[in-house]
């Protein structure tokens, strides 16, 4: 789907990594987070359908 994209996965943690000790990010972090992201919104997907709307909102996640 493309949701993830790895240069943005390094400036994150990089931000988050204070002391610089993560240095490098493995090709399968992009698609592991690739797969949550998407478990996520499926899931948020089939609650607004039970709650009978259109609208997917952030509760739904």
Excluded: F, P, Y
């Excluded at 943005?8 to 698609?31: F, P, Q, Y």
Aim: glycine content about 4%; aromatic content about 0%; charged content about 45%.
């Amino acid at each position: 789907m493309g949701l993830i994209i790895k240069s943005k996965i390094r400036e994150v943690v990089k931000e988050m990594d204070k002391e610089g000790n993560v240095t490098s990010v493995a090709e399968e972090v992009e698609t592991e987070l690739e797969k949550k992201v998407e478990e996520i919104l499926r899931k948020g997907i089939e609650r607004a359908k039970l709650n009978q709307r259109r609208t997917l909102l952030a509760r739904d996640l």
